[in-house]
Structure formats: structure tokens, C-alpha cells
């Protein structure tokens, strides 16, 4: 190997885009190979135990999978210039933020991929079947991404997204769009010049899916134009360079995102966190399923029914747990910024349980919460 990380993962991969832009903004000696149908075989499902992207491999021959643990991983070797703000507030912000990407603002992006397919079918069925079959024909392609997609096409309806939700989702995004925008026309990135672990989340939804895919890049391109310029610095970043914002500032243009994100997100994750715990005290020592069926959400004016996804509170902790660990002025400054946004009560919650993630399976097992610092 003659370079320090590979990246396993794919140009049309929502979670890729995080990782790729965390790689490039390091600076580090690493480079990207295709999830080819080899390499899941061959290298990410023996080592990680199922077939996800992106995976990283390191020279020492490590695997890590879970982008957070990856950018995890990569920041305790390679610590200059943190994506983690180290002031109270700012470290909130952007876990929250993470949390929203990967967990929520998935809804429009796949919204966006998939529902308007028909006017962009042979763009994204290429892009499945290039990724497998690189050496096939265009044609041959996207017959095989026709195939292989399906498995992630079939996520539409678990995610929510029916005829009855779609318009109030797609309000949300617009919305969501605005308010982002208004923000990047003053700053470049969510909490000053340098990008945080929020700006890397966003880069999930908001690069492959909203800001790749021919519809929504559209979309972006004319109704955000400074959320398409931030894609493209997050992009091309100039590495190891920007400062967050001087006195723990957040921007009151992050307010109303977070408000949507404490209406929208919180409810679902407190309750995905009464069934983990539920089912923990039902199977002690058992590993949760990745999902408990379905449950109610709610997404701007859109209710409907969407899976109850464990995984989410493996982010909510992290939030939880900073948020926690705060005492004095510290603590009084979140939670003035919480109670503004409505994310007092949730950050609050007693977590009975704590969930952990194990090398080899997707699944969370019961783990032991960590110490608070402040
Ligand atoms: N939480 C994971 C999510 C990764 C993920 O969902 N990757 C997608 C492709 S973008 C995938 O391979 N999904 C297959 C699966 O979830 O089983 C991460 O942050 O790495």
C-alpha cells in the first residue's frame, strides 16, 4: 500500500461524501477506491461484517467502518486543526448537527434521489452500475443498476417518504435550503472558517444525493446558490486551514435549523430510545436490531409512519453526553441556546441505557456510559 488510508466507498454514496471531505480537508496521504463488487466480497464484508460503505483501511491493515468512527479514528492520530470545536456550545452545535444529517435530512435526500427518478433514471442506474460492473458498457450499466438498486430504492417507504408526506418534506428541505443559505452568504462553514464534524454530516446528504443528483443539484445550484458553494469548498478545502469563531459565538442563522431539527428530529429519537431500552430489558446482553418496525414522525407539516432506526442514539448520546458533562456558566450558556430552540427537555432525558458499537456487526449491544468531564 503505498498510502496511509484507502477509502473504500463511491462518488453516489450519501455517507462517502462525509469521509471524503474529512480526508481531504486532513490532509492526509490517502486514496479513494471503488466499493466494486470484489471489494465488498473480498475486503468490507469480512472485515466489517456486513456490506456498507465507506469503509477505511489503514497500512497497518485496521478496518473502520461508521463515518463517526472514522473521522474518530483519523482525529486521535491526526489531531491538528480538530473538526471538533472545543468550546461548549460550538461542540453542541456541531454534534447536533451531525445528528441531523445523518439521521434526518437522509428523508429528502433520498426523497430527492428517488421520487423524481424518472427524470434522472439513467444518471443514477449508471451510477449503481458503473460502481460494480466498471468495465461493462453505459447500456450495460444501467441495466445492472436497475438490479442493484433496488435494495436501496426499497428504503423509500421505511424512510417515510410516501405520496401523503412528500410535500410537506419537500417544503421542509426548501425551508431547510433558505435558512442554510442565508447562513453561507455570511459564513463559510457552520461555525466560521473552519468546517466542524457538523459540516462534514452535512456533507452526506447535501453532496451526493442533493447537491450530485441531477434534480436536486439543479435545485441547489439556482434556489442556494451559497449551500452549492459550500459543497464545492468542502469539496476542495484548502487542508489544515480556519478557526472557528471567536467566544463560543453561534450564528443566528444556525436557530431556526436547529428549532426544525428539536421539532422535527427530537421526538423520534427519544422514542427510538424508549425502544432500545425496552427491548435491552427484554433480551439483556442481546445485540438491538438495526430497526423495531415503525412509528410515527412528523416533518414540517408531514405526519406519517417510518422505522424506528436504533442507530440514532448512538449519535444522540454524543450530543447528550457533551451536553452533560457541562457544569457552571457552561451549562447555563447551552441551555439558554437549547431552551431558544426548544432542545432543552431532550438533551435532558435520562438515559437508562447506553448503547455501544461492536467490531464485526451493525447491530448496538448495551455498553457502559462514559465518564462526564467538563
Ligand atoms: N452510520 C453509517 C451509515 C452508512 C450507510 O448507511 N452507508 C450506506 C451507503 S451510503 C450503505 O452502505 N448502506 C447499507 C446498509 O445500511 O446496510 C455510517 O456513518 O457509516
Redesign the pocket.
Known sequence: MHVDYIMY??EH????G??RAYLRYKGLNWEERP?TRDVYLNTIVPNIG?????VLETAGGEYV??????IDYLEARHPQASVYPTTPRQRLVALLLELYA??WL?IPAMHYRWSVLDQQHDFIMSEFGKLSSPEASYEEQIAAGAKISR??SGMVPALGITEETIPGIEATYLAFLDQLDRHFARFDFLLGSRPSIGDFGLM?PLY?HLGRDPVPRALMEKRAPHVYAWVERMNNPQPLTGEFLADDVIPDTLLPILATMCKDQFPDVLDVIEHNCAWLEANPGGSIP?FHGMHRFTSGAAVGERCISS?AQW?FQRAWHHYQSLTGDDRAAADTLLGGVGGLAAMNVELRHWVERRPGQ?ELVEGKMPHMQS
Open positions: 466507498g463511491s454514496s450519501l455517507f462517502s462525509k469521509v466499493a456486513a456490506p456498507i460503505i465507506p467502518q461508521d463515518t463517526t468512527d472514522i445523518d439521521e437522509v435494495a436501496f452526506g451526493a438495526r442507530y449519535l451493525l
